[in-house]
């Protein structure tokens, strides 16, 4: 039996709970750019652009705040490749991090200083606010940069709830926020803005509704890079790929039928994950 895609019809995702978070993070992450002096944007090295926040970006540099992109998760991309997208893209300036393979912290260390002594403070005191969409590690980099657990982490998006607050130095203090989406992204009819959100981790892969039609997504963006992860070949029909991994993998309901749903959920979770990569 072969799924049957109806995408245009079906829902996505819980449309109520989405519009509560959209009225109640932005404040936080806007009022912390507002008393910051540097903003650190925490970039998905796999997905640049779908991780970017414009609307915030624009206004970091309305309130000429300075604003440096951290490169997150460079150890699941081609590093000659990511350099020469991030120059076509004009993401200046940045740094490569890998939190998973502890790299890149001194140099980060090093560009927050180098731009907190171009800035005069009343007080002595330089504030940096750390931004970014659920789940791009954030409060993995803070940990990563000041060398300890002072930040939470966990694989589930949105798992910040709140402003948290972190010495980084004497004169360095860290704002840790709660991933963003940006409020173009929030629309119950926007199914193909939901679809993205969990290709980039941004939604949970066992909360999404739909996780076959994810799969599908993935498969027109990143052709071949499920079926060469599994060893099957699909055509680049989702309805295969689905019905060939799940037997694979022995999830296999009553009437001798793929679980559709585990299956895609289980892929999802692989890609999540990073396990399939995007080159």
């Known amino acids: 039996?072969?799924?049957?895609?109806?995408?245009?019809?079906?829902?996505?995702?819980?449309?109520?709970?989405?519009?509560?978070?959209?009225?109640?993070?932005?404040?936080?992450?806007?009022?912390?750019?507002?008393?910051?002096?540097?903003?650190?944007?925490?970039?998905?090295?796999?997905?640049?652009?779908?991780?970017?926040?414009?609307?915030?970006?624009?206004?970091?540099?309305?309130?000429?705040?300075?604003?440096?992109?951290?490169?997150?998760?460079?150890?699941?991309?081609?590093?000659?490749?990511?350099?020469?997208?991030?120059?076509?893209?004009?993401?200046?300036?940045?740094?490569?991090?890998?939190?998973?393979?502890?790299?890149?912290?001194?140099?980060?260390?090093?560009?927050?200083?180098?731009?907190?002594?171009?800035?005069?403070?009343?007080?002595?005191?330089?504030?940096?606010?750390?931004?970014?969409?659920?789940?791009?590690?954030?409060?993995?980099?803070?940990?990563?940069?000041?060398?300890?657990t002072a930040s939470r982490t966990a694989s589930e998006p949105g798992f910040t709830k709140s402003l948290k607050k972190i010495r980084l130095t004497s004169e360095i203090v860290l704002f840790d926020t709660p991933g963003v989406i940006p409020d173009s992204d929030y629309s119950s009819s926007v199914r193909d803005k939901l679809a993205q959100h969990a290709m980039v981790n941004a939604r949970d892969y066992n909360k999404v509704r739909d996780p076959d039609f994810i799969i599908y997504k993935i498969m027109q963006e990143y052709p071949n890079r499920i079926e060469s992860f599994y060893g099957v070949e699909s055509d680049g029909d989702p309805e295969i790929l689905l019905e060939k991994v799940g037997r694979k993998k022995f999830f296999i309901k009553k009437g001798n039928l793929v679980d559709i749903d585990r299956t895609a959920r289980f892929i999802l979770k692989d890609w999540q994950e990073g396990k399939i990569t995007c080159y």
């Open 1 to 148: 039996m072969r799924v049957k895609y109806s995408f245009s019809s079906r829902r996505t995702g819980n449309i109520e709970n989405i519009k509560k978070q959209r009225k109640k993070f932005p404040d936080i992450v806007r009022n912390m750019i507002r008393v910051c002096d540097i903003v650190l944007e925490v970039l998905d090295a796999r997905f640049l652009d779908k991780t970017r926040n414009l609307y915030l970006e624009e206004m970091i540099k309305r309130k000429s705040k300075k604003l440096i992109f951290v490169i997150n998760k460079i150890d699941l991309v081609d590093r000659k490749k990511l350099h020469e997208e991030l120059n076509e893209k004009n993401i200046y300036p940045y740094v490569l991090v890998s939190c998973k393979n502890r790299f890149g912290s001194r140099l980060l260390r090093d560009r927050i200083k180098i731009e907190a002594k171009r800035i005069v403070s009343r007080f002595n005191i330089r504030h940096v606010g750390v931004i970014g969409y659920p789940n791009t590690g954030k409060s993995s980099l803070i940990n990563f940069l000041i060398g300890r």
